[in-house]
């Protein structure tokens, strides 16, 4: 017997997010979701028994941990209709011998497909891409789904500045609640931290670091990925899980939070036509507003950088 996957939302009158990829990533923001208690939440995946299973677990653990929204897990996207947000993280993970530039082709064809079904189910919903190559499949998502900028973006900068930011705290001996950072550019090598915006309890980062030292902070940052790719033999799920269930809260809580996105740039930073990390202020309607913040030009050289390998990987794209 299903467990009321058709009724779970009106019964209780929740509004409802949508994870599409019941793997490491998307069980795990899943369950950050439900820990939060506020919205009911769908999980799909392409293997028989997978969401069901995770989203029957997650649901059991919510005795112990004292949240209740209905997590519902089916192969069948009917389960997702009117959702709020749809978090897509279906796609082949990367492994050890494999480039993430290795991963578009494949991917393309997969996140083309979810986006496809997942807009039809809910065609006012904000869609989250974390499959990768992230900005790549970005261009993907929009290009399929036809909507606005605002409501189609991806997750990468919030996690490479959470990795920088652990970084920064470890070697300054400070609390991590105390850094404040910020990773602009493309989801890979050519990522930019910005040290210039940098900073601890206030404090210049420079002022506290000796620039070589940095230079190994943003170094580890940038292969970042690669590092527990190398470790775990695929890639991250803790902090990226986390990381889009950030910024679903800051859509489905209208908190308008300034997070480093993968946001459709139209001459902001002189990028035309390209997804690319940056400041932006996420609330009800998506993405609501860009940041454009003032780099040094050794700063604004790595973001052109950046972009440039992005638009090599996405004219790859066949779409």
């Known amino acids: 017997m299903e467990l009321g996957r058709h009724e779970f939302t009106a019964a209780k009158g929740r509004r409802k997010v949508t994870v599409v990829g019941a793997g490491n990533v998307g069980a795990t923001c899943a369950q950050e979701l439900a820990n939060g208690d506020y919205c009911d939440v769908a999980l799909?995946?392409?293997?028989?028994?997978?969401?069901?299973?995770?989203?029957?677990?997650?649901?059991?653990?919510?005795a112990v941990l004292g949240y209740e929204p209905r997590v519902v897990g089916s192969t069948e996207y009917d389960?997702?209709?009117?959702?709020?947000?749809?978090?897509?993280?279906?796609?082949?993970p990367r492994t050890g011998d494999m480039s993430r530039d290795d991963l578009v082709s494949t991917n393309e064809k997969i996140v083309g497909s979810v986006t496809e079904q997942v807009v039809g189910q809910s065609p006012d919903a904000i869609l989250i891409i974390?499959?990768?190559?992230?900005?790549?499949?970005?261009?993907?998502?929009?290009?399929?789904?036809?909507?606005?900028?605002?409501?189609?973006?991806?997750?990468?900068?919030?996690?490479?500045?959470?990795?920088?930011?652990?970084?920064?705290?470890?070697?300054?001996?400070?609390?991590?609640?105390?850094?404040?950072?910020?990773?602009?550019?493309?989801?890979?090598?050519?990522?930019?931290?910005?040290?210039?915006?940098?900073?601890?309890?206030?404090v210049p980062l420079r002022k506290l670091l000796p620039d070589d030292q940095?230079?190994?902070?943003?170094?580890?940052?940038?292969?970042?990925?690669?590092?527990?790719?190398?470790?775990?033999?695929?890639?991250?799920?803790?902090?990226?899980?986390?990381?889009?269930?950030?910024?679903?809260?800051?859509?489905?809580?209208?908190?308008?939070?300034?997070?480093?996105?993968?946001?459709?740039?139209?001459?902001?930073?002189?990028?035309?036509?390209l997804y690319m990390g940056v400041p932006v202020k996420l609330g009800a309607e998506g993405i609501e507003e860009i940041f454009e913040l003032e780099l040094s030009d050794e700063e604004q050289d790595e973001l052109r950088a950046s972009a440039d390998a992005v638009r090599e990987v996405v004219g790859v794209l066949s779409t």
């Open 44 to 62: 799909v995946d392409i293997k028989e028994g997978l969401a069901e299973g995770k989203a029957l677990d997650i649901n059991q653990a919510g």
């Open 79 to 92: 389960i997702t209709a009117g959702s709020d947000v749809v978090v897509i993280t279906a796609g082949v």
């Open 130 to 202: 974390v499959s990768n190559p992230l900005d790549a499949m970005c261009h993907v998502a929009k290009n399929v789904s036809g909507w606005p900028k605002n409501r189609v973006f991806g997750m990468a900068g919030i996690l490479d500045t959470a990795r920088f930011s652990t970084f920064i705290a470890w070697a300054t001996g400070a609390s991590l609640k105390d850094v404040t950072a910020m990773v602009l550019g493309g989801h890979g090598d050519q990522m930019v931290s910005v040290v210039s915006a940098t900073t601890v309890g206030g």
């Open 214 to 273: 940095i230079e190994q902070l943003v170094a580890r940052t940038a292969k970042g990925g690669g590092e527990l790719v190398g470790l775990l033999g695929t890639s991250a799920w803790y902090a990226p899980g986390a990381a889009a269930t950030q910024m679903v809260d800051s859509i489905m809580l209208d908190e308008k939070r300034v997070l480093p996105c993968t946001a459709y740039l139209e001459g902001e930073y002189g990028i035309d036509d």
